[in-house]
């Protein structure tokens, strides 16, 4: 610990304005005490020879009245006179008042002479004391002079001494202070290499020199990393902007991290107007970016860049760490190849279905016309080959009658004619058609429709298809002798549902948000079970396209649940 620090200046100033106060109270008594001295001097050595000579002047003169008294009073104020001789010449004029008291005591008369002469000597004493009090008095001025310019000297220079020290002495610590402050407020702007000097010897000296040690550390941390930092600042935006696919980063709070050149080039945007600025404020002024952070993006759609059209999914992927969702990124798939090549897929499909639908239809009639008697009997051998090349003919059939549908939906040309429908007229037609399948299995077909059950806006062709398409699958993997129900219902809002319930095996849940997807079939199936995989596809696109939605849920404690919904009229 220093020994001259703050607390040891602070307390060395206290003891200096000490020392000049008790310096000029100390002056100031000194010569207080002194006139006083001077002054009791006068009235004990002047003032009281004055009073006994005033006493005996007023003897001499009642003596002629009352010569004893007066005699007596005198002798008494001689004797007190005798005994307050204190200046020069006063002595004899004492001594010649003593002997001509006794010539008057002895004479035993008044002698008037004598009186006048007795009344001299007292004027002498009188005059003495006088001239006395007159050099006394002028001393005392003198001194009284003297204390009121030592007085007004130490005054001036305690004035003096202490205005100097009170203006200078604080700066001892605001001086500090001030060069600190400004140092924290250069370290707040990162001027790293701005140092104070402050050689007070005290506590400050020992901040100023921990303060730079600081900023030397921090400035050679800045410059260790800087290099670093901006190496990897440009490495990120190197391989952002190396991603094939348009790619926006929002963090949580809605702030955009970073935008590539190509999202940057769809926008039509600069990075100054994006980067750094909240999602909803570009929203604002920009439509291309407000449907982008819409979140109901199912579907691919078209931007139009460089006079060509282009097709995009939008992807958003989760920034974690530790499990902490960051932000997000969104990312514009372009699928404009792949739209093409699913465009010609679609054409060929459409017309390959085409051109074998009418062929497979011939051969179902010439198929038929063989198992018929009036062609001919065949054998039971023949009987079960037409009969497998029928069924397997029936399958090709289906199939390409699906294929044909999902071309039509693919190419967005369904062919929809929405009108009221009656929901019971629905589910009445689709369990006639299937009854006879459901009669095979020894499953029953129940439904479950209430009579105030509102009318449905749908295509009943498609509407149709879409249940008997559910239906079918219900009864083809339920259990034998199990129930198939058909329920109907009013949902939340201006909708009509209906539900198809079913005891079979359900779906894994690892494969439900699979089912709706085209070719796609539940591993672990027997090969009866095997369809095509598109029903539940082309039976999507036709409710979406009439305005409605297919749902699964799984039943408990089995089975499953197509929910469809309409929109009510």
Same mark, same amino acid.
């Given at each position: ?7 040891? #200046?602070?307390? /060395? ?43 005996? !002047? ?9 010569? !004893? ?25 004492? !001594? ?22 007795? =009344? ?5 004493? @009188? ?15 003198? $001194? ?7 007085? =007004? ?49 005290? +506590?400050? /000296? ?6 730079? @040690? ?18 990897? %600042? ?9 991603? $094939? ?32 600025? !909240? ?38 992927? =989760? ?25 010609? $897929? ?10 074998? #639908? ?39 059939? %289906? ?7 999902? =071309?039509?939906? +693919? ?5 929809? /004619? ?7 007229? @629905? ?19 129940? #439904? ?79 090969? +009866? ?31 499953? +649940? ?8």
């Amino acid at each position: 610990m220093k020994s001259f620090n703050i607390r040891n #200046k602070v307390r /060395t100033g206290t003891v200096f304005l000490f020392i000049l106060l008790l310096l000029t109270a100390g002056m100031g008594i000194f010569y207080v005490v002194k006139l006083k001295q001077l002054s009791n001097e006068i009235l004990k050595d002047n003032y009281e020879s004055l009073d006994y000579c005033y006493s005996m !002047q007023m003897n001499l003169v009642s003596m002629t009245e009352n010569y !004893q008294k007066s005699k007596e009073e005198f002798h008494k104020s001689l004797i007190l006179q005798e005994g307050n001789i204190t200046e020069h010449g006063e002595i004899e004029a004492t !001594q010649n008042l003593r002997r001509k008291y006794e010539s008057l005591i002895i004479a035993e008369r008044l002698d008037s002479v004598r009186i006048i002469e007795m =009344s001299q000597d007292i004027s002498s004493i @009188v005059r003495v004391n006088m001239e006395a009090i007159r050099i006394k008095s002028e001393l005392t001025d003198q $001194k009284a002079k003297e204390a009121m310019n030592v007085l =007004s000297v130490i005054a001036t220079f305690v004035f003096i001494v202490g205005l100097v020290f009170t203006i200078n002495f604080p700066s001892v610590i605001t001086m500090p202070i001030g060069k600190l402050k400004e140092a924290v407020n250069e370290l707040s702007q990162k001027n790293y290499k701005h140092r104070i000097h402050i050689n007070t010897g005290d +506590e400050f /000296t020992d901040l100023a020199d921990t303060f730079n @040690v600081l900023a030397e550390k921090l400035d050679m941390y800045e410059h260790s990393n800087l290099n670093q930092i901006m190496f990897q %600042k440009s490495r990120a935006e190197a391989v952002i902007n190396s991603l $094939k696919d348009a790619s926006i980063g929002i963090d949580k709070s809605g702030n955009i991290l970073f935008a590539n050149e190509q999202s940057l080039k769809l926008l039509n945007l600069k990075a100054s107007e994006i980067v750094g600025k !909240q999602s909803d404020e570009v929203a604002r002024f920009n439509d291309l970016f407000r449907f982008i952070c819409e979140d109901s993006h199912t579907s691919p759609f078209r931007i139009v860049t460089d006079g060509k059209e282009n097709f995009f999914v939008i992807d958003k992927y =989760s920034i974690l760490k530790d499990d902490e969702e960051l932000g997000f990124v969104l990312a514009l798939k372009n699928i404009t190849s792949f739209q093409e090549k699913d465009t010609a $897929k679609t054409n060929f499909l459409a017309t390959i279905s085409h051109e074998l #639908k009418t062929p497979l239809g011939s051969a179902d009639i010439g198929l038929k016309l063989l198992n018929n008697p009036k062609t001919g009997d065949l054998n039971d051998m023949q009987k079960e080959i037409v009969n497998d090349l029928q069924k397997e003919n029936a399958r090709l059939l %289906k199939l390409v009658s699906e294929l044909l549908d999902m =071309s039509q939906a +693919e190419t967005g040309n369904i062919n929809l /004619t929405l009108t009221e429908v009656d929901a019971d007229e @629905v589910v009445t037609d689709v369990i006639s058609s299937l009854k006879p399948q459901a009669v095979d299995k020894d499953i029953t077909l129940t #439904k479950s429709i209430p009579s105030n059950l509102k009318k449905i806006k749908a295509d009943k062709e498609k509407a149709e298809w879409v249940l008997v398409n559910l239906v079918s699958n219900a009864i083809r993997y339920s259990p034998r002798g199990s129930e198939v129900i058909l329920v109907a219902g009013i949902s939340d809002g201006p909708t009509v549902s209906m539900s198809v319930i079913d005891n079979g095996p359900g779906i894994p849940p690892q494969y439900r948000d699979k089912i709706f997807k085209r070719f796609f079939k539940v591993p672990g199936r027997g090969a +009866e079970h095997n369809g095509t995989g598109l029903g539940l596809s082309i039976s999507k696109e036709f409710m979406e396209a009439m305005g409605g939605k297919i749902e699964y849920f799984p039943s408990v404690p089995g089975g499953s +649940e197509f929910r469809i919904t309409f929109r009510a009229t």
